[in-house]
C-alpha cells in the first residue's frame, strides 16, 4: 500500500533548505570519492609490493588465506552491517535525539563490540589450525603451519577493525565524512610502509650450500628471503587497523565515550532487528553465490576465474567511485529525514532524485568509456610478461558484459540505501534472493553455449532483476517518483555519454595508427588521450545539454578551487 505524500508546493525557506541539502551530499560525495581512489590506488600499490618483495610464493598464500578468513569474520560479523544497520538507526538517534544521546548509543556499542570480539579473538587463536584446515586444506603442511601463526598474530585487528565499524557510523550518521573516506588510504599505506620497512633484505640460500651439484657446476647465487619475513606484512595489517581506527577517534574527539554495560537500550534492539535480513544476504553471498559462480567458472577452462577477478577489479572503480560515494554519502541524510517525517516528506523524495540524478550523471558516461577503453587499459595493466595479447581479449570481453549491468548495479545500490534509511532491510533482502536464484538459472541454462561469457551476462541480469524490483516496490511506497527528473537526466546523459563513446572510439583508430611501436610508453600515451578525449566531449556535451547535475559538480570543484586559492 502506497503512502500519500504532501502535495502543497515547497515554500522559499524549504527551497532553501533542500538546496542546502544537496549541496553537502554533492560535497560528501566528492569527498568520499577522492578517499576511495586514494584507497583503491594504495591497495594495488600494496598487492604491488607484496609480489615485489614475495613473488607468488607459498608465504603470500598463507598470509592470503589468514587475512581472508579476518575479513570474512569481519564482513560478516559487522563490517557488511554498517550502511544497513548501524548508520541508520544511528541517524535516527542523532537527528531526533542530539549529539549526546548519539555519543551514549555509541559507548553501548564500543563497550559490546570490545567484550564480544574479545572472545572470539581468543576462540580464533584456539582453533586456528581446524580454521586453516577448512579455509585451504588443500595448501602443503608448510604453509598451513605459517598460516596458523599469521592467523593468530591478525586475530586481535579484529577488535580495532569492528571499533572502526562503529566510530565511522557514528561519523556517518554526524555527517562527518572525512576521517571515514580515508580510512582506506590509511589501512593499505600501513601495510605498504610496514612491508617495505620491515621485511628484512634477500640472504643466499641455503640450499645453494648443500646442493651436490654446486661444487661442480656453476649455478647464480640464490636470493630468498625467510619464510617469516612475511610477518612484516601481517604488522602491517595490524598497524593499519588500529590507525584507521585511531583516525576515527580523532574524529569524534569531541565525543565523551566510556565503557557501559545498558545492553537493553532500544537501538541496540533497532540495530539487532536490521541486522539479521543483512547477515542472511552476506551468507547467501559468500557461502552460495561466489562458490557457485567459481565451480562454473572453473569447467570454462584454464584461466577462467583469473579472468573474472581481473574484470572485477576494473569495474570496482567506476563503482566506487560513483555509486558506493554518493550511496554512502546520502545515507545519513535520508536516515534523518526519514526519523523526523516517518510519512513520506518532499525532502525525502528530493533527496533521493538527487543522489539518483547524480549516478546517472556519472555512471553512464564511465561505463561507456570503460567499454570504449576496454583493450588499451587491459593492455596498459597487464599484458606483460605471461599476459598475452588473447588474454587481454577474453579479459576486455569479460569486463564489457560486466559493464551492462554496472548501471543498475550503481543506481540499485541507491535504492537499497533508500530501504535501509527507511529501516527496512528485509525487503532488499529478499529481492536478493530472487535476483539470485535468477543469477543462478540464468548462468546454468546459458553455460553450454556462451561458456565463461554465461557467468557475466547472467550477472548483468540479476543486476537489472534486482534494480527493477526495487524501483517499482520504491514507486509504489514512495507515491511515485515520476517528479524526480529522472528521465529528462536519463535522456541527456545518454545522448551525451554516446557522443562521448563515438568520439573516443575515433581517437583509438588514430592513435593505434599515429602513436609508436607496442612499448609501455605507448600504451600509456593511448590510454591518457582517449581518456582526455571521453572528458572533454562528455563535459561539451554536458555543458551544451544543461545536464544540471554536470553543473552542480562543476560549481563544487569551481568553489573549493577558489577557496583553496584564497
Same mark, same amino acid.
Given at each position: 500500500?502506497?503512502?500519500?505524500?504532501? =502535495?502543497?508546493?515547497?515554500?522559499?525557506?524549504?527551497?532553501?533548505?533542500?538546496?542546502?541539502?544537496?549541496?553537502?551530499?554533492?560535497?560528501?560525495?566528492?569527498?568520499?570519492?577522492?578517499? /576511495?581512489?586514494?584507497?583503491?590506488?594504495?591497495?594495488?600499490?600494496?598487492?604491488?609490493?607484496?609480489?615485489?618483495?614475495?613473488?607468488?610464493?607459498?608465504?603470500?598464500?598463507?598470509?592470503?588465506?589468514?587475512?581472508?578468513?579476518?575479513?570474512?569474520?569481519?564482513?560478516?560479523?559487522?563490517?557488511?552491517?554498517?550502511?544497513?544497520?548501524?548508520?541508520?538507526?544511528?541517524?535516527?538517534?542523532?537527528?531526533?535525539?542530539?549529539?549526546?544521546?548519539?555519543?551514549?548509543?555509541? =559507548?553501548?556499542?564500543?563497550?559490546?563490540?570490545?567484550?564480544?570480539?574479545?572472545?572470539?579473538?581468543?576462540?580464533?587463536? !584456539?582453533?586456528?589450525?581446524?580454521?586453516?584446515?577448512?579455509?585451504?586444506?588443500?595448501?602443503?603442511?608448510?604453509?598451513?603451519?605459517?598460516?596458523?601463526? !599469521?592467523?593468530?598474530?591478525?586475530?586481535?585487528?579484529?577488535?580495532?577493525?569492528?571499533?572502526?565499524?562503529?566510530?565511522?557510523?557514528?561519523?556517518?550518521?554526524?555527517?562527518?565524512?572525512?576521517?571515514?573516506?580515508?580510512?582506506?588510504?590509511?589501512?593499505?599505506? =600501513?601495510?605498504?610502509?610496514?612491508?617495505?620497512?620491515?621485511?628484512?633484505?634477500?640472504?643466499?640460500?641455503?640450499?645453494?650450500?648443500?646442493?651436490?651439484?654446486?661444487?661442480?657446476?656453476?649455478?647464480?647465487?640464490?636470493?630468498?628471503?625467510?619464510?617469516?619475513?612475511?610477518?612484516?606484512?601481517?604488522?602491517?595489517?595490524?598497524?593499519? &587497523?588500529?590507525?584507521?581506527?585511531?583516525?576515527?577517534?580523532?574524529?569524534?574527539?569531541?565525543?565523551?565515550?566510556?565503557?557501559?554495560?545498558?545492553?537493553?537500550?532500544?537501538?541496540?534492539?533497532?540495530?539487532?532487528?536490521?541486522?539479521?535480513?543483512?547477515?542472511?544476504?552476506?551468507?547467501?553471498?559468500?557461502?552460495?553465490?561466489?562458490?557457485?559462480?567459481?565451480?562454473?567458472?572453473?569447467?570454462?577452462?584454464?584461466?577462467?576465474?583469473?579472468?573474472?577477478?581481473?574484470?572485477?577489479?576494473?569495474?570496482?572503480?567506476?563503482?566506487?567511485?560513483?555509486?558506493?560515494?554518493?550511496?554512502?554519502?546520502?545515507?545519513?541524510?535520508? $536516515?534523518?529525514?526519514?526519523?523526523?517525517?516517518?510519512?513520506?516528506?518532499?525532502?525525502?523524495?528530493?533527496?533521493?532524485?538527487?543522489?539518483?540524478?547524480?549516478?546517472?550523471?556519472?555512471?553512464?558516461?564511465?561505463?561507456?568509456?570503460?567499454?570504449?577503453?576496454?583493450?588499451?587499459?587491459?593492455?596498459?595493466?597487464?599484458? /606483460?610478461?605471461?599476459?598475452?595479447?588473447?588474454?587481454?581479449?577474453?579479459?576486455?570481453?569479460?569486463?564489457?558484459?560486466?559493464?551492462?549491468?554496472?548501471?543498475?548495479?550503481?543506481?540499485?545500490?541507491?535504492?537499497?540505501?533508500?530501504?535501509?534509511?527507511?529501516?527496512?532491510?528485509?525487503?532488499?533482502?529478499?529481492?536478493?534472493?530472487?535476483?539470485?536464484?535468477?543469477?543462478?538459472?540464468?548462468?546454468?541454462?546459458? !553455460?553450454?553455449?556462451?561458456?565463461?561469457?554465461?557467468?557475466?551476462?547472467?550477472?548483468?541480469?540479476?543486476?537489472?532483476?534486482?534494480?527493477?524490483?526495487?524501483?517499482?516496490?520504491?514507486?509504489?511506497?514512495?507515491?511515485?517518483?515520476?517528479?524526480?527528473?529522472?528521465?529528462?537526466?536519463?535522456?541527456?546523459?545518454?545522448? $551525451?555519454?554516446?557522443?562521448?563513446?563515438?568520439?573516443?572510439?575515433?581517437?583509438?583508430?588514430?592513435?593505434?595508427?599515429?602513436?609508436?611501436?607496442?612499448?609501455?610508453?605507448?600504451?600509456?600515451?593511448?590510454?591518457? &588521450?582517449?581518456?582526455?578525449?571521453?572528458?572533454?566531449?562528455?563535459?561539451?556535451?554536458?555543458?551544451?545539454?544543461?545536464?544540471?547535475?554536470?553543473?552542480?559538480?562543476?560549481?563544487?570543484?569551481?568553489?573549493?578551487?577558489?577557496?583553496?586559492?584564497?
Amino acid at each position: 500500500m502506497s503512502i500519500p505524500a504532501t =502535495s502543497d508546493l515547497p515554500t522559499t525557506a524549504e527551497q532553501a533548505q533542500q538546496e542546502e541539502t544537496n549541496a553537502s551530499v554533492v560535497g560528501a560525495s566528492s569527498i568520499l570519492a577522492l578517499g /576511495n581512489i586514494g584507497s583503491r590506488v594504495l591497495g594495488l600499490a600494496r598487492e604491488m609490493v607484496l609480489t615485489f618483495l614475495f613473488g607468488a610464493s607459498a608465504v603470500v598464500d598463507a598470509f592470503q588465506v589468514a587475512t581472508v578468513v579476518i575479513r570474512a569474520i569481519y564482513d560478516l560479523l559487522i563490517g557488511g552491517h554498517v550502511n544497513g544497520a548501524l548508520v541508520p538507526v544511528l541517524s535516527d538517534v542523532f537527528t531526533v535525539q542530539g549529539k549526546q544521546a548519539l555519543w551514549r548509543v555509541v =559507548s553501548i556499542l564500543m563497550s559490546l563490540v570490545v567484550t564480544l570480539l574479545t572472545g572470539l579473538v581468543l576462540l580464533v587463536s !584456539l582453533f586456528a589450525p581446524q580454521i586453516v584446515h577448512i579455509t585451504a586444506g588443500g595448501a602443503s603442511e608448510q604453509t598451513l603451519t605459517l598460516a596458523v601463526d !599469521l592467523l593468530r598474530l591478525t586475530a586481535p585487528a579484529l577488535i580495532f577493525m569492528a571499533l572502526f565499524a562503529v566510530f565511522s557510523a557514528a561519523l556517518y550518521a554526524s555527517k562527518q565524512f572525512f576521517m571515514p573516506a580515508f580510512a582506506g588510504v590509511i589501512f593499505n599505506g =600501513s601495510i605498504v610502509l610496514c612491508a617495505l620497512l620491515l621485511t628484512p633484505p634477500y640472504a643466499l640460500s641455503a640450499e645453494w650450500f648443500s646442493s651436490p651439484a654446486s661444487a661442480n657446476v656453476f649455478q647464480p647465487f640464490v636470493l630468498v628471503r625467510p619464510n617469516d619475513a612475511i610477518v612484516a606484512v601481517a604488522i602491517g595489517w595490524i598497524c593499519g &587497523a588500529v590507525l584507521q581506527m585511531l583516525a576515527q577517534v580523532w574524529g569524534l574527539r569531541e565525543a565523551r565515550l566510556r565503557f557501559t554495560f545498558n545492553w537493553r537500550h532500544p537501538a541496540l534492539r533497532h540495530i539487532a532487528l536490521l541486522y539479521a535480513p543483512v547477515m542472511l544476504s552476506l551468507v547467501l553471498d559468500t557461502l552460495i553465490a561466489r562458490p557457485y559462480s567459481y565451480n562454473l567458472a572453473s569447467q570454462t577452462g584454464e584461466g577462467s576465474i583469473a579472468y573474472m577477478n581481473w574484470a572485477t577489479t576494473l569495474i570496482q572503480f567506476p563503482q566506487g567511485l560513483v555509486a558506493t560515494a554518493i550511496s554512502v554519502a546520502i545515507l545519513p541524510t535520508l $536516515a534523518g529525514q526519514a526519523a523526523v517525517l516517518p510519512v513520506v516528506s518532499r525532502a525525502f523524495k528530493d533527496t533521493l532524485g538527487l543522489g539518483l540524478r547524480l549516478t546517472i550523471t556519472l555512471i553512464l558516461p564511465a561505463t561507456a568509456a570503460l567499454t570504449v577503453l576496454a583493450v588499451p587499459i587491459i593492455q596498459l595493466l597487464f599484458e /606483460n610478461g605471461a599476459f598475452t595479447a588473447q588474454d587481454t581479449a577474453i579479459t576486455a570481453q569479460v569486463l564489457r558484459l560486466y559493464l551492462i549491468g554496472l548501471p543498475f548495479a550503481a543506481v540499485d545500490l541507491l535504492l537499497v540505501y533508500a530501504f535501509y534509511a527507511r529501516k527496512d532491510t528485509l525487503t532488499p533482502t529478499l529481492i536478493g534472493v530472487f535476483s539470485l536464484l535468477v543469477y543462478m538459472l540464468t548462468a546454468y541454462l546459458l !553455460l553450454p553455449s556462451l561458456g565463461l561469457y554465461s557467468l557475466m551476462i547472467a550477472d548483468s541480469v540479476k543486476h537489472i532483476t534486482h534494480a527493477s524490483i526495487s524501483a517499482l516496490i520504491l514507486q509504489r511506497r514512495l507515491a511515485g517518483l515520476q517528479q524526480l527528473g529522472l528521465r529528462r537526466t536519463l535522456l541527456k546523459t545518454t545522448v $551525451a555519454a554516446l557522443l562521448m563513446a563515438l568520439a573516443a572510439r575515433g581517437a583509438l583508430l588514430w592513435l593505434y595508427q599515429h602513436v609508436g611501436a607496442g612499448t609501455l610508453l605507448r600504451e600509456l600515451v593511448i590510454v591518457v &588521450a582517449a581518456g582526455a578525449v571521453c572528458v572533454v566531449v562528455f563535459s561539451v556535451s554536458a555543458y551544451l545539454l544543461r545536464i544540471e547535475e554536470f553543473y552542480r559538480i562543476v560549481n563544487l570543484f569551481l568553489r573549493r578551487k577558489l577557496q583553496n586559492n584564497s
